[in-house]
């Protein structure tokens, strides 16, 4: 058996190498080097790679490590929430602001600002956000898929470092299963009174099983879980194939029951994931094994990457 | 200041009872006392009751909770994930079994055997779930809102204790905001590649938008966070309303930023509750702290209430 | 296999007709009435009765729960932290209070109030604690165990409802493993300073384990994991017997690695939980779960319990 | 208002670049942040330095981070659960193993392993150790205390990396307020019956309260929670003096009301914690950022730290 190797601090030592001595601790540390030896396998290998992510990550300073993965063609597909693309939007004009999670929330909401834990948004913002949305709102004769909406609202985002920018360049298909859902979905309804605007409910399954079906092998990182982890995972299953290499970064634990929190391994009984798949779940907060994790993996990729 | 009043057990005593003296106690327990009082104000009050289901409530049992709340009249709005009303429609002919979360995944996927947490689904289930949808799928050239659809889907169902039955007798709306994020969107998608069915992506916002207009006054109980968390929230959140009553019962810590463990004072400072809401979160799994808040207000209710 | 019995609610039902019918559920509920039908078994066959708590419990209200359990004879080794038992003596003469959660500690500590979370309690109850600390404190020329100081100060606190006067009355050993971790250890080091008391503190560890070596067949319920979980499962480690039947009710899930979340089945790797064993582990706020469990068990033993 | 960031990733960057640009990140990026500010301004100025220590960290890799931050002088105090100290000694002759968290325990019983989550520890090294500390254990005809018998242990292991060696070397008191509740105290027990060794179990509060009334300024680093952070705390509360800086990693929330989720703002309320502290707490598994925070801290010391 191999032995538990004590980690060992350097100062000023990278991201990677502290990861990688991490692979020869327990716990949530081995979990995280093993996420980094598997990404690095994903970003590596010939899979068509599949990111979802929940939670308000762009309010919280993840966006840019996603829409950079994007234009390095480290995504294939991009399954989403809702509000993750509001933030997107905003912040490609606006900004969100650091706050305190201990506040007065009346307070708050008297002088215009909502609060996302402990980071704030102010009223403007949402104003020039709702003015932006009816401007580049696509009007359209043909019933759209929500997919094709959010390629039309990528192309007219003027923001090279935008989530749906950068999908719309690369020609990343970006899913948001659950668009009404958002501030996205109800400006298009405002938009649909007066204009031409139909987005079918499920045009969208129709495109993304036909990725799933095309694909040779494939690799997911699931950010958070919700509908996007879900949504993923029962496209595949509607096919032959299953997932080949899962990641899975969350705050749920699985004796809650939920999907959120759901083993990796119960994918399997369902057949979305391969029982020859190699798999993680990182328990914890995704803003810090989010970057902690692909920091790692770009190094290893930037060093030459010989993955084992 | 009032005191701590050391809780006593009675055997045999009734489960108001034990919650009653819960709130005179500290931590979960208060909150669950707590939670039971603001819903009983919520249920004789007139209020217009909003309820939000995620989870896998369903196939751990909490159904027939749910459908004989709508039936008794005490929901006016469901918000729901796609996966509850599978598993619904699924129990309305078939069953869920009690099977082991320690299980060999590869194993039960090779025996035709799905997994959730400690709960199993057999291949054939899904299978006679796949050909009831065929069946009882709405043929429209009208294109539906998602409700309208669920409505549709309801009449269908030959089974009085299914949630979707039991709300469309009791016309209560039923919104499914992530809907192609199920096996229904996904039945629904093959149904309209041979029969013509289509769904407006945002129909459904008007409907719950003009419902959060018409309420004089509102209350909510949210199970689980999510998607139906936010949809409703964010429904009333365009009006010039407000929750005055919520109830949150989450898994999920506020710590961690995501909006399924947001406190419910956060939503004051988005004007999603009012400011002079009574509201509280009881963190804890649901199938537990559920049934019990639905039983102790029922019990209330049964022994003519009078709330404070 | 056994079907998921949707669990229907009874308005006025008893605590333990609700949990019965959790058997039959998934995920939490199953998990809660399991716990119940093995603390049944354990109160009702005859097993050397363990129980450990750590948390909170005393401010949080729990405490005649527990006295009451060692006066029914239900108890027959008690292993505690110090900080219940600080709160159990200070419940004898003085009170706390329901605070609030969201409070401005810096105000608290002005006025004199701590708090645990949402319980205050007031400096003028610590100063009369010390008082009576200080009153009741053994002399003694010889060395005492740590359960000989805890049965003597039983025997000086006069209220009926005290855990500590509870368990001697019943002669019910009392363990604390952290002693000097608690106002209880820093009274008698003030007390040592002027007066003759010396506690050795290995000499709880011979009586533990001589109680362990004397059981025949024994039953542990671990509330909130912390040293007295580890105290008990070590103690029993040492001899060649094993724990029976294991309840554990925590917060703590197992993903992180530490020995409040640890699984009962990890304990069967050590030796200290029987591979025959029957055990459970309920996650949740044991505010909750443990009056249900009391509540449902002692139910069964009323109208005559039969275990399956 | 400061804006938030969107986080950069920069292949090959070191730790502390990453968690710097955390600093302008939400949620528990930016509390990791905060903890290296913290910590560094700890590790810089003059502060009585004390670490807690709780949770299976030695047997997940963390010991050469403790020894090698007491080498430093980075420790003055060192609080700690007796687990901590037995894996400590154990690494000195013998190793951990790398296991799986899914293992059969029956199995591993029978083969002669302990399962400490995914971390595996053989029988023959429990046997080694158990001898050892029979050679070790210092026989005294003066009672000792707890800190008098870690730091002749200290003494007495061959292994300079040992977090007990490291201390015994540096002069770095190491208190063990559990210390019956570990199989140090297990063997303490059995070398007493034979030969002279008296621990008085409560002079170990005198000497720490000895060092907390001589701080002028005090930080604390609190990992995990438990006995540990309660001795610690409640040593400074019995003198006028309280933490300045305090850092907390836990898995544990706050909504249990438990100490090991405590806030630290409700130590203020105790006057454990000053009002004009600087204090964070880092929800997330401590393998993790336990040793992200120590690597930014102690590049920034390397490269000249200019705390703001």
Not at 63 to 72: A, F, G, P, T
Not at 144 to 167: F, P, V
Not at 275 to 282: G, H, I, L, P
């Amino acid at each position: 058996m191999d032995t538990v190797q004590q980690l060992e601090i350097e100062p000023g030592m990278s991201v990677y190498a502290l990861v990688e001595r991490m692979s020869r601790c327990g716990f949530g540390a081995r979990r995280l080097a093993e996420a980094v030896a598997i990404y690095e396998k994903m970003l590596t290998g010939n899979f068509t790679k599949f990111l979802t992510l929940s939670g308000a990550m762009v309010p919280a300073g993840m966006r840019h490590i996603v829409s950079d993965l994007i234009r390095k063609g480290y995504v294939d597909v991009l399954v989403v929430t809702g509000a993750n693309l509001v933030h997107d939007i905003i912040e490609s004009f606006g900004c969100h602001c650091l706050g305190k999670a201990e506040s007065d929330d009346a307070a708050l909401r008297a002088s215009g600002v909502s609060r996302i834990y402990d980071v704030f948004l102010r009223d403007e913002d949402f104003a020039a956000f709702e003015e932006l949305m009816q401007s580049i709102m696509p009007q359209s004769s043909k019933t759209l898929s929500g997919r094709e909406m959010m390629s039309i609202l990528g192309s007219r985002i003027d923001d090279e470092r935008s989530i749906l920018r950068s999908a719309y360049e690369m020609k990343v298909p970006v899913f948001c299963p659950a668009l009404p859902d958002s501030m996205i979905g109800l400006q298009a309804w405002m938009y649909s009174q007066t204009k031409k605007l139909t987005v079918d409910a499920f045009a969208d399954i129709k495109e993304i099983v036909d990725i799933c079906y095309a694909c040779e092998r494939s690799g997911i990182v699931i950010v958070g879980g919700g509908v996007p982890k879900n949504f993923a995972l029962q496209s595949m299953l509607v096919t032959p194939k299953s997932f080949d290499l899962a990641i899975q970064l969350t705050t749920d634990s699985p004796e809650n029951g939920g999907l959120s929190g759901a083993t990796l391994s119960e994918a399997i009984s369902w057949g979305k994931i391969s029982e020859k798949a190699s798999f993680v779940t990182v328990y914890g907060d995704a803003t810090i094994t989010f970057p902690v994790m692909v920091a790692a993996a770009l190094e290893r990729l930037k060093n030459g990457s010989h993955p084992p």
